[in-house]
């Protein structure tokens, strides 16, 4: 079993939606939580990124950590079709966010929202 | 600055054969780290560096040789190409702040066929 889970859709919305992406994830070590965002044939980016539990928002993203179920989400209001991406869901071990250099992936979820 | 760059972008290979995958970043970063990306598995970890001189294995290191006499640059060789390492292959750089958190940024990567 993987350590981090994420259903990998494909999610097919329409502008306007809300959109709720999840992970779960079995390592108690974690301690930082990330989303990035990939769009076709380019490396990630990273969108957010949370220190142990609680909520996050920054636009019309908002990101979740309940680290008691070992579960967080992502949610997009107000979807737009530049929203169109695939997201992975990250996350480390250690204090200092990277952990060396050693992120942990969900298998990611391919958004499309269309017109 | 450029981040961090990588090539080639595309490359097929034949069984058996040998490559080396380049990725520098002129951000002096001390983490570097190399990742493959197949479909439905998200970013599995290859090798990680923290620093020139220093290098570990990730989550499949088989396969994959890696080298960093540099800040800057850290290699990914293949030593006898496989069907099996037909991937998307991703590097990354972070700072090693200690304290808080250190994106890591990734490269936009190397589409490799092993035929």
């Known amino acids: 079993q993987k350590e981090v889970e994420q259903d990998p859709g494909p999610l097919s919305v329409p502008e306007g939606a809300i959109v709720s992406l999840n992970c779960t994830y079995s390592n108690s070590a974690f301690q930082y939580f990330m989303w990035y965002r990939q769009y076709s044939r380019k490396g990630p980016e990273l969108l957010m990124y949370t220190y142990s539990s609680g909520n996050k928002e920054d636009g019309r993203f908002t990101a979740q950590v309940d680290k008691s179920s070992k579960y967080i989400s992502l949610f997009i209001r107000d979807s737009q079709p530049s929203d169109s991406a695939t997201y992975l869901c990250?996350?480390?071990?250690?204090?200092?966010?990277?952990?060396?250099?050693?992120?942990?992936f969900g298998q990611g979820t391919i958004l499309t929202v269309h017109p | 600055n450029a981040g961090v760059t990588q090539t080639p972008k595309f490359q097929v290979l034949k069984t058996g054969q040998s490559m080396t995958l380049q990725c520098a970043q002129d951000m002096n970063h001390e983490y570097m780290s190399w990742y493959r990306q197949d479909p439905g598995m998200g970013l599995r970890l290859i090798h990680y560096s923290v620093g020139a001189g220093i290098t570990d294995q990730g989550e499949v290191p088989n396969g994959y040789n890696v080298s960093r006499s540099t800040t800057e640059d850290f290699p990914l060789r293949l030593l006898s190409a496989a069907p099996s390492q037909t991937s998307v292959y991703f590097c990354?750089?972070?700072?090693?702040?200690?304290?808080?958190?250190?994106?890591?940024?990734f490269g936009p990567g190397t589409r490799l066929t092993v035929l």
């Open positions: 990250a996350m480390s071990d250690i204090a200092g966010g990277t952990s060396y250099g050693k992120l942990t």
């Open positions: 990354a750089s972070s700072d090693s702040g200690l304290a808080g958190f250190n994106e890591q940024f």
